[in-house]
């Protein structure tokens, strides 16, 4: 391990991985569930098991990596779905705010670990995972879908609207003259909603996919004869 790798570790048994970036020091900057990015100890961030490095082919330079790390410890947005470790190691790394984790959910319809303390609904994410798994097979199937497409507009229109308010005031803040003195303040500040606003921009593009595979299977119900 060196300074600045993207380190991955086993939780719950292997259910699930926790993700860390390498400050070169003894300590990890990493996303505790629920809480905070933190700067812990490597030993706390094992918790005794094994940790491995994860490779990128387009890696950012190890000062990028370290200045993006440390630029967010104390951040307190998790979200398992849209904000989780992975997606802050990720980008960290390589400036791409993803999760393997999420999309292979997306791919497989699989919940696992991540039914779990997400902005989507519990029940509606696992009504959808049924679906994407089993298709639409009887007219309750099909009823389920409809209102899931409702839900789902619902959360997109509720997102949208939260990302326009977010670019408006990060727009105004960046145009804003501060004086030296608030210097500091203006670029953390204008940082925080420029992350705010991606955040908020993958929300609404993982909800516009889930929307786009559902209706998918009701036009294919559709267009099967009776």
């Known amino acids: 391990m060196a300074t600045a790798d993207h380190l991955r ?19 990890v900057a990493h996303y505790l569930e629920g809480r905070s990015i933190l700067r812990s100890s490597l030993e706390d961030f094992s918790r005794g098991a094994t940790v491995n490095v994860v490779n990128h082919t387009q890696a950012s330079p190890s000062g990028v990596t370290l200045r993006r790390a440390m630029s967010r410890i104390g951040e307190q947005r998790y979200n398992l779905l849209f904000n989780n ?3 802050f190691a990720n980008w960290c790394k390589t400036g791409r705010h993803r999760s393997n984790q999420v999309e292979d959910w997306m791919q497989t319809s699989s919940l696992g670990a991540l039914a779990l303390g997400q902005i989507i609904p519990a029940a509606l994410l696992t009504g959808l ?21 409702a839900q789902l507009k619902s959360l997109r229109v509720k997102l949208l609207n939260k990302l326009e308010a977010t670019l408006e005031q990060a727009e105004g803040w960046l145009h804003g003259e501060p004086d030296n003195s608030l210097i500091d303040h203006h670029n953390s500040r204008s940082r925080s909603l420029l992350l705010k606003g991606q955040t908020l921009a993958d929300e609404l593009a993982a909800i516009e996919d889930l929307e786009a595979r559902i209706n998918a299977l009701l036009d294919e119900a559709k267009a099967k004869p009776e």
Do not use: M, N
């Open 9 to 27: 570790v086993p939780r719950q048994h292997g259910l699930f991985l926790h993700h860390g970036i390498d400050l070169g020091d003894g300590s």
């Open 85 to 87: 470790c992975e997606h």
């Open 129 to 149: 995972s049924l679906l994407l798994r089993r298709g639409l097979v009887d007219e309750t199937s099909r009823k389920r879908a409809r209102q899931a497409v």
